[in-house]
């Protein structure tokens, strides 16, 4: 099989992998249709190492792709409760699956080591993919492959920070940032209640925004998004923002947009910022969370959310691609302003 490998500088290739049989306690998934996230775009613009890139130590290259779905095409000796056909999502890690965390489904955060599928192991953008049957999430009959690509990190990360946030009907929540995780935080922080106000430079961004249930957009390349964001709540600020720009100067401005006593995720990866800490934080008594992704719990949590509200993720998918185009596909992303693609199979 062919699967894509990210060789920096903004290049890629599409190299030949024996498939994948199962060993011991794993399956093989017939990918059906494999996510691009924005977290791709690090290792895709390296210079050298891609695992490197995301922070991850790894070895040789693999195949590219975390948001894999399909359904269970080989199932290896001693897996039970998984079935050939099975339509499923894959959390994108393994650690040691004994440890506290791994147990409680969070195995990004093994101190025993873990493997990044897609980074420092092979992941979606190939027609098979190895893992764990641990790592298995269940697709929704409800939802779509591309959906449960898109919940398989972008979609179900937004999620994970709007949890933090405990956003509900009560908040004003504005995202800053209106990518595929952006967007996805303002349809589903909607779908949970709450006043959406999306903040982005984006016109196309915006448009989409509003389409997902922002009350009302910011233009931050027009309008200060802090003094816009008091203006359209009585001076008072937001109950909860969210950056998923990893932009310094969101950052700042998520802070600082913040209402006393309110809360701030930061999702947006990479960067350095400067806060002032005493004036802008402790001051208003803000609660900061650092969000990264979701637990494979998470992960099924929010496939179900979106299933049962009819969360509109499908109108996220605004770019479908075969393996042959993935030069043209990663082009595009890297410059796109709007929506998201995925490789379908
Ligand atoms: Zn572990
Ligand atoms: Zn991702």
């Not at 017939?30 to 790894?58: E, Q, T, V, W």
């Not at 050939?84 to 489904?105: D, E």
């Not at 770019?319 to 890297?334: I, S, V």
């Amino acid at each position: 099989m062919r699967g894509v490998v990210f060789l920096g500088e903004r290049k890629l290739e599409l190299r030949e992998f024996a498939d994948p049989l199962p060993g011991p306690g794993e399956v093989v998934i017939a990918i059906k249709a494999s996510g691009m996230c924005g977290s791709d775009l690090h290792p895709y613009r390296a210079r050298g190492n891609a695992a490197a890139a995301l922070g991850f130590a790894g070895g040789g290259p693999v195949i590219a792709g975390h948001e894999p779905c399909g359904v269970v095409a080989a199932v290896g000796a001693g897996v039970t409760d998984v079935s050939v056909g099975q339509r499923v999502m894959n959390h994108h890690y393994a650690g040691c699956g004994r440890c506290a965390h791994c147990r409680q489904g969070w195995s990004q955060l093994c101190p025993n080591g873990f493997v990044v599928y897609g980074v420092t192991g092979h992941g979606g953008h190939a027609p098979f993919m190895k893992v764990p049957a641990r790592t298995l999430v269940s697709l929704p009959d409800e939802l779509s492959f591309e959906e449960g690509a898109a919940i398989s990190c972008g979609t179900g990360t937004a999620y994970g920070a709007l949890k933090r946030l405990d956003v509900s009907g009560r908040d004003t929540l504005a995202v800053f940032g209106q990518g595929p995780v952006g967007l996805s935080a303002t349809m589903l922080g909607r779908a949970m209640g709450a006043r959406v106000i999306a903040i982005d430079v984006a016109p196309e961004r915006l448009a989409l925004a509003r389409q997902f249930g922002a009350e009302t957009v910011v233009n931050a390349r027009e309008t200060d998004p802090v003094a816009a964001l008091r203006e359209l709540t009585h001076g008072e600020g937001v109950e909860t923002a969210m950056d998923c720009t990893g932009n310094p100067e969101a950052r700042v401005a998520a802070v600082r947009s913040a209402t006393t006593w309110g809360r701030v995720a930061f999702v947006g990866e990479g960067n350095t910022t400067t806060f002032d800490i005493s004036q802008d934080m402790i001051r208003r008594q803000l609660t900061i969370h650092a969000s990264w992704t979701f637990s494979s719990v998470g992960q099924a949590e929010c496939a179900r959310f979106i299933a049962d509200r009819k969360v509109p993720l499908d109108g996220l998918l605004t770019h479908r691609f075969t393996l042959d185009q993935a030069d043209e596909a990663y082009r595009l992303f890297d410059t796109q302003t709007t929506g998201k693609g995925y490789f379908a199979f």
